[in-house]
């Protein structure tokens, strides 16, 4: 059954089904902006480069992210031209068109109506000059029964009575004629002029449902061409977890910084119970003042006691007798602390 045959609430659903139109193209114009905004908060700037693998994870894992980024720009991308561009265009195109059948219909509709007003004036016609011949004739045959009505006035109102009707036999057949045109008119509005145009916004309407249903289908369709490229993405993410080895960056740290000083031996035990004896000759002679066989005076040393631990804020004796400790204590330009300077 097509619209032909039914015709009743056309206007207002064809006006409906474009507003249906314009809000979906709303409605994705809203999601583009979001795509738009989440690319651009996870699009990060390039790295400096480093020699850890925990590092150049990282890095991996920046890289991927700004390609992930990229799929949705794609998708805002191909959400507005596929879907925004494209829908709106149809939609001006429908407006136009739905105008159009509705300007032929109120013609179509505009002429039946003077067609009937023609009816109406030539039946109204008719029916006073029947009227008229009815009051002539009676006229006349009053004054042919009066006798003191005159020849003349006899002759003159039968010429009237005939004349009136004439007229109203001419008004008759012109009221048949538009009759039957009015009723040949109405008959092709009915069943001829109005069922095609309500079939054109019938197939103007399944068009327009046709290209909204691309439409929902777009929306999706856009989504999945980039799942792919983002699945990828993903992945590089994840091989990129996996590439970090705690223990190559140990062994980096240690290609790095290995000073090449031999550890400390035990510290001698340091017999205080026997007396002392210092002369002039020890010193100006032998060791330096202060040391014990070239090492630092365990009783110098006692004077820090309690800050001779490696990461001590304070650990500049231990640093100048050992510097192997600053190994410990610095990491370069690798991202470790910097020394206490």
């Not at 439409?215 to 996996?242: H, N, W």
């Not at 910084?257 to 100006?284: A, C, L, M, W, Y």
Request: aromatic share 8%; glycine share 6%; proline share 3%.
């Amino acid at each position: 059954m097509d619209w032909g045959s039914w015709g009743g609430g056309l206007e207002r659903h064809t006006q409906w089904g474009l507003d249906l139109m314009e809000k979906y193209v709303k409605f994705v114009k809203e999601r583009t902006e979001i795509e738009q905004a989440y690319a651009k908060q996870l699009s990060h700037s390039p790295l400096a480069l480093s020699l850890f693998c925990q590092y150049q994870a990282f890095l991996q894992v920046v890289k991927e992210l700004n390609d992930f980024a990229g799929q949705r720009e794609v998708v805002a991308e191909n959400l507005m031209t596929r879907i925004c561009v494209e829908l709106s265009k149809h939609a001006q195109e429908l407006k136009q068109e739905r105008k159009l059948h509705f300007q032929e219909g109120r013609r179509a509709q505009q002429q039946l109506e003077n067609s009937f007003k023609q009816l109406e004036n030539s039946k109204r016609k008719f029916e006073r000059d029947c009227r008229e011949a009815e009051k002539a004739m009676l006229v006349a045959e009053k004054l042919d029964q009066d006798l003191n009505a005159t020849k003349a006035d006899v002759e003159k109102a039968k010429q009237q009575a005939n004349l009136r009707s004439h007229m109203a036999e001419e008004s008759k057949n012109e009221y048949a004629s538009f009759l039957q045109k009015f009723n040949r008119d109405q008959s092709q509005f009915y069943f001829l002029e109005m069922p095609q145009i309500f079939n054109k916004l019938q197939e103007m309407d399944e068009r327009r449902t046709v290209q909204l249903k691309e439409g929902y289908g777009i929306f999706s369709e856009t989504e999945r061409q980039v799942m792919p490229i983002i699945g990828k993405c993903l992945d590089g993410m994840k091989a990129a977890a996996d590439s970090v080895n705690e223990k190559n960056d140990s062994q980096v740290l240690i290609e790095l910084h290995k000073s090449g000083f031999e550890r400390p031996g035990d510290v001698d035990f340091e017999d205080f119970s026997q007396p002392i004896n210092r002369t002039s000759s020890d010193s100006s002679l032998g060791t330096p003042r202060g040391t014990l066989d070239g090492r630092l005076d365990p009783r110098l040393l006692g004077k820090n006691k309690g800050k001779r631990w490696l990461f001590s804020k304070k650990n500049k004796v231990e640093l100048a007798v050992r510097p192997w400790l600053w190994l410990l204590c610095w990491v370069g330009d690798t991202g470790g602390p910097e020394p206490n300077r």
